[in-house]
Structures are given as structure tokens and as C-alpha cells.
């Protein structure tokens, strides 16, 4: 009985924070943007969630460069992303991916994927609601709050991103981050070629 008691405090308390920090997104003072060295980042926030649970991990190549972003409201939405990916995947076998595309432009990408049983196509914009579950039964035992993608969502608009669920031809589910704001690291060649050609 202690125990029930001391899980449904714990869930109550990540309710009310949950909540509260929904309430900050919408001040002007939610962010402190700063300079984020890309890889070293995502590297440190992805070593620290793949210790959380048995899956197969993959992380894609990420682009070097500095991504101007509150580095702490990135890494919240990010391990929300991740831990509802590790959620709806199977122990051992489930696939949990992040991959970082970078455009061409200032704009950046973190997609997060899984095979997982994926989001019904009549739910993919729902999801971001706060308090919506696609599997309320589920979520509610494993002490979800139903506003883990309804922060992420507040999170990326106050970076002037977005969040969206994306196509996956396999089953499973893509979530696409889009913030902007980067500024890719030049290569040894546009280096050269900016400096021009060299004196003999």
C-alpha cells in the first residue's frame, strides 16, 4: 500500500512540474539562448538516455556545427522524445533511433524513430495535446502525465520550431523536431577556398 501511495505522489509531482513549466513557455523569458557545440551535445544527452533501458540503440551522424538553443529546455524535449520511444518498444529487440539532418539551410532536424506499434494516422496531431494518450491504460501505469509531447511541442515554438509526426514506412513512429538557428562548422575545402590561392 506505501508503495502505491509513494508512486501516485511521484506521478502527482511530475504533474504539477509538468504543468508548471507549460506555464513558463508562454513568457518571454523561457529560453536562455546560447551557443550548443552540436555533437559534444547531442553525444552527452544520447550516452546518458541509452543507459536508461535495454534496445537496440542507433545514432545517426550528427552535423558539425553550434546550434544557438537553450540547451537545457533541448535536452527536456529530446530525452521526452526518447523516453516515449523506449516507452512503446519491446525490452531487448525495440528499435530506438535519433538521427540529426541538417538541410543546407540554418534550419536542423532531430528525428526520432522507433518500431514500436506507432500513433494511428487519425491521432498524429492530437498527440500533442496535453493530457491526449493513444494507450491511457499503458501510460498511466508506467506514470506517464500525458504531457510529455505537449512540452516538447512548447519547447520547439518557443525555439520558432516545430514538432510533427512524420512518415515511417516501416511500422513504428518518426517524430521530426525542427528548430532553427545553426551554423554549420566549414570544411577544410571552403576553408581553402575562402582563403584563396596560396602564395609561391
Do not use: C
Not at 502527482?12 to 509538468?18: K, P
Not at 529560453?31 to 545517426?60: N, Q, T
Amino acid at each position: 500500500m506505501e508503495r502505491l501511495v509513494q508512486a501516485e505522489l511521484a506521478r502527482i509531482t511530475r504533474l504539477v512540474d509538468d504543468l508548471l513549466l507549460l506555464a513558463k513557455a508562454e513568457r518571454t523569458q523561457f529560453l536562455r539562448l546560447e551557443p550548443i557545440d552540436l555533437p559534444a551535445y547531442v553525444k552527452e544527452l544520447w550516452d546518458g538516455m541509452s543507459l536508461l533501458a535495454d534496445r537496440r540503440f542507433e545514432l545517426g551522424p550528427v552535423p558539425a556545427g553550434t546550434l544557438r538553443a537553450d540547451p537545457d529546455r533541448l535536452a527536456q524535449a529530446l530525452r521526452n522524445l526518447l523516453s516515449n520511444a523506449i516507452a512503446h518498444t519491446a525490452p531487448s529487440e525495440g528499435l530506438v533511433r535519433l538521427e540529426v539532418e541538417h538541410g543546407g539551410t540554418d534550419h536542423l532536424w532531430f528525428v526520432v524513430e522507433d518500431d514500436g506499434p506507432g500513433i494511428p494516422s487519425d491521432q498524429r496531431e492530437r498527440v500533442f495535446d496535453r493530457f491526449h494518450r493513444t494507450d491511457a491504460a499503458r501510460d498511466r501505469a508506467s506514470g506517464g502525465t500525458g504531457l510529455g509531447l505537449a512540452i516538447v511541442r512548447a519547447i520547439a515554438e518557443a525555439h520558432e520550431g516545430h514538432v510533427v509526426v512524420g512518415h515511417r514506412p516501416e511500422s513504428g513512429t518518426r517524430i521530426e523536431l525542427e528548430l532553427p538557428r545553426f551554423t554549420a562548422s566549414r570544411t577544410r575545402e571552403q576553408n581553402a577556398e575562402l582563403a584563396g590561392p596560396t602564395a609561391r
